[in-house]
């Protein structure tokens, strides 16, 4: 675990041969114990400003992109993107398909569908069935991943429909069993869309199977590397102006940090920082009480 606020601020102190601060009062802090806690924060501003690409700080967004607008805004806790990153593709079409904290945005088709944390979060459905309506173009084709595991070790498959209704086979009637029961079974395949929306429909019948992730996109549209004309630091802009919604473009970028506060505040940097942060800090206060003494 990274080192806490209370401690980086009571090494400083302890150093600086100053009365250390507890839990229960560093929010009452005052005088010199004040500006120590400011310097830490500080300190910790001056290694990510020295380094700017810190990868603790990476992180990688998607953002859709809609009919007619061609400009759109970087992340609020943006310090850096990365221009060569950009690259546009299919844009996802399910939404919560991961499952990673709960089954929201699924529709109950039969049974009790629920949530399993298992893995990194997944929709267990005993005996029951799910779906979720999607916009879709007529004609075109889209592709479909569904990965599925069985937790009690049954062949039976998990019935995969596509339709123009909840349960309907207009689009896609298919099944997927598992048969190594550690790894599960990945469905990969297509379907052609008939209407503008689309039901998505997952069911496990009288068996208790669990549902990794589903994923649905555009099967024509190739994902492909953007170059940037002019970089900006707010917002991007893509040319041409996108005509249809199922696009999405993906890049890097680096996040800012958030400043340090209560006393049980961990700073994302590993511990082998705290003694540049301490030391850091020491000079500031060397400085301040080099100005105090004047």
Do not use: C
Request: net charge negative; charged share 20%.
């Amino acid at each position: 675990m990274s080192t806490t606020y209370l401690t980086l601020t009571n090494r400083t102190l302890r150093e600086l041969n100053e009365i250390e601060l507890t839990s229960a009062n560093f929010a009452s802090s005052r005088g010199i114990q004040t500006a120590v806690k400011d310097f830490i924060n500080k300190s910790i501003h001056d290694i990510y400003n020295e380094t700017g690409e810190i990868p603790l700080l990476y992180a990688r967004t998607t953002q859709d992109l809609f009919v007619g607008d061609n400009e759109y805004d970087l992340p609020n806790d943006l310090r850096k993107v990365d221009m060569d990153s950009f690259s546009m593709g299919p844009k996802e079409l399910i939404t919560n398909g991961e499952f990673e904290s709960n089954i929201n945005s699924w529709t109950t088709g039969d049974g009790s569908p629920s949530h399993t944390t298992s893995g990194n979060g997944r929709l267990n459905l005993n005996d029951a069935a799910a779906y979720q309506a999607i916009s879709t173009t007529v004609n075109k084709t889209y592709k479909i991943q569904i990965r599925v595991l069985s937790p009690n070790s049954s062949s039976t498959a998990l019935i995969v429909r596509v339709g123009t209704s909840a349960g309907g086979t207009q689009n896609l009637n298919t099944t997927q069993a598992v048969t190594n029961f550690r790894e599960g079974a990945i469905l990969q395949t297509t379907f052609t869309a008939t209407a503008q929306t689309s039901f998505v429909y997952v069911e496990a019948p009288s068996v208790q199977l669990d549902v990794d992730y589903v994923r649905v996109s555009r099967n024509d549209i190739a994902t492909r590397k953007l170059v940037y004309i002019l970089p900006n630091y707010t917002s991007f802009g893509v040319s041409p102006r996108p005509n249809t919604n199922e696009f999405s473009v993906s890049y890097n970028y680096y996040q800012t940090h958030t400043d340090l506060s209560a006393h049980g505040d961990n700073m994302s940097l590993p511990d082998r920082f705290s003694t540049l942060i301490v030391d850091r800090a020491k000079y500031y206060t060397y400085m301040l009480l080099s100005l105090i003494h004047i």
